[in-house]
C-alpha cells in the first residue's frame, strides 16, 4: 500500500513538473516572433509542425535519426569513444531499468502476464541494465576526476545526478544481496505464498533454499540430509518455482549474497533489508519526481533535440517554432563540455577566467536569465553578458554538440534578445556589432535599431539634435580636461590626433559612410569630424554621434590615414568613456 501511495505521489509530481517545464518552452519569451503570439498560438503551431512531419516524407529521416543518433547514440561515438560508452551504458541502463523494474506494475507487469521480479529473464536483466550503469558511473568518475578532461567543470548538479543514480543502484545491489540470504524474508513467502503446512516439509524447503538459493538460516548448523534436500526440492517445484528462478541468475546481488554470508543472520536481525529497501525506495521515486528539475531532465529533452534540428531548418520551418526550439534545448544541453573544448574563444577564457565564456558553462544562466528562474547579483549579469557577447560565431560548438544543438543560432537569438532588455551594455554595440550586422538582414528593420537607440540615449541625450544638422545645437561648453579625462594627451598612440589636417581619407574609406547616400543625415558627424569634436573638447559632440557607435572597427580609416593617426584607436577611447560613464549613473 505504500509503495503504491508512494509510487503514485512520484508520478504525478514527475508528471505535473513535465507539464511544468513543457509549458515554459511555450511561454518564454524570446525573440520579436515570440512577443505578438499568445502561449496558447506557439502551441498550436507546434502541433501543427509536429504533425505536418509526421504525416510527410520527414518521418524517414526521423526514424533515422532516432535509431542511430538516439539509441546508438552516434554522434558520441564520433567525438569519443570512452565518452560514448559511459554515456551509453549510464543511459541505456537508466532508462531499462526505470521501464522494466521501477515502473513494472504499470509497464512490464501489463506487458507479461506471468511477470515476477525473481523470475528470468526479469531476474538477470535487472542486474545486467543495473551492472550497465555502474560501468557507465565508474567512466565517468574517471574522465571527471582522473583524467579530468579539460574544461570539464563539475556544477552540483553534475554531482547530484552521479549520487542520485549511485545510490539507486549500489542500495538495489545490496538490498538484493541481503533478501537472498534473509531467513526472516524466507519465512514471510513461506507464510503467504506456500501451501505446505507441516513443519518437516518447510524444514525441508529451508534446507534446499540453504543449500540452493544462498539462503542463510539460524537454524542450520550441522550438514544436510540428501533425502532432506530432495524432499524439499519437490515442495520447491511445487510452491516456489513460478516465482522464484535460482538467486545466481541474479548475479550482481548473488555476489553480495555470498560476501554477506558471515554476518547474514545479524544483519536479518538488525533489519537491514528493510533500511535497505526505504533507501533504494525513496531514492528511486525521489530521482523520478525530481527529474523533470534537474540534470537528467536531459533523458527526455536531448532525444527531442536531437529529432526536432534534423527536420527544422531556418527559413523554412515556422520561425514561433524555431524559437520553442531554441528555449527547448537549453534543457538539452548534457554540460558534457565537448563544445567548451572546441570553442575558439577558449585564449579568452584562459586569461579572464570567466566560465560563462566556455559554451557549456553559460547554457544554465541563460536559461535562468531567459525564464526568470533566479534572481541573479549584477556582477552574475556582467559575467553572463561577457561569456555571451565574447562568442566569435565560429560554429565549432555546433558541429560537434552530440545533443545535436545549433549552438550558433541560439547565441545569435540570445544576444539580439538581451540587448533589448534593459541593460547598460553599449560596448555590445560597436567593436562587437559584428555579430548582429551577421543577421541584420534578418530581423525587422525598426526592432534592430531599437535597442542602439536605447543606448543612445544613455550615452547623450543631444543625439537626435546632433543628427539635425541644418540647425544649431545647443551642446555642452568646450572641456579643456577632455583631452585628459579620454588619455588622448599622453597616449602614444591615441595621441597621434594632433597630426591630423583633415584631408577625409577616413571619411572616405570608412564602410559605413559608404553605406548612406547622406551619411551626414543619417550619422551626424563623419570620422575626421569626430576626431576634431575631441580635440574641442565638446564632450556630447564627440560621445553622441552616430559614427562613433556605428562603426565597425575595420581599421581602414587607420590604415588608409597618410599622417598615421590611430584613429580607431581614439575612437576605443571616446568609446570606453561613454561605458565607464553610463556604468557610473546606472
Known sequence: MFYSVVLNVSLIIFLLGLLLKIASWFKCKMGMETKNISTFGRIIAAIKGILGTIFSSKIIILLK???????????????????????????????????????DEIITASLFSNYYSTINPFMFLRDFFGLLVIVGIVIALYRRFVLKVPRMLTTTMDLYAIIIVSVIIVSGILLEGVKITSSSKFQEMVDEYSTSSEDMEIKALEAFWVREFALVSPNRTAQIDSMIIEDGRKIHEMDCAECHSNPEWAFTGYATAMIVQPIAVELDEANISMILWYIHFLAVFLGLAYLPFSKMFHIITTPISLLANAVMEKGKSDPINIITKQIME?????????????????????????????????????????????????DEMKSIYEGIYLCTNCDRCTVVCPSGINLRDLWFQVKEELIHRDYPLPYILSPLSF????????IDAEYYSQPIDNIRSKLTSNVDEIKRSNQVVSLSSPNGGFLDEIGLSNDKDAGTYSQCFSCCTCSSSCPVVGNYDNPMEELGLLPHQVIHSAVLGNIE???????????????????????????????YKLKNLAVNRNQKVS
Not at 335 to 364: D, F, Q
Not at 435 to 442: V, Y
Not at 553 to 570: F, H, L, M, R, S
Open 65 to 103: 535519426v532516432f535509431i542511430l543518433d538516439v539509441i546508438l547514440q552516434r554522434r558520441i561515438l564520433k567525438t569519443d569513444f570512452l565518452r560514448w560508452l559511459m554515456h551509453f551504458c549510464i543511459y541505456s541502463g537508466f532508462m531499462l531499468l526505470l521501464l522494466m523494474h521501477a515502473l
Open 330 to 378: 537549453l534543457d538539452a544541453c548534457t554540460h558534457c563540455g565537448t563544445c567548451s573544448l572546441r570553442c575558439s574563444a577558449l585564449a579568452v577564457y584562459n586569461i579572464k577566467g570567466n566560465r560563462n565564456i566556455l559554451p557549456s558553462e553559460k547554457m544554465s544562466n541563460i536559461k535562468k536569465i531567459l525564464t526568470n528562474e533566479k534572481k541573479l547579483e549584477n
Open 435 to 442: 555579430s548582429r550586422g551577421l543577421i541584420k538582414n534578418t
Open 541 to 571: 559632440l564627440a560621445l553622441g554621434s552616430s559614427m562613433l557607435w556605428d562603426c565597425l572597427t575595420c581599421y581602414k580609416c587607420q590604415e588608409n590615414c597618410p599622417q598615421g593617426v590611430q584613429i580607431a584607436d581614439v575612437f
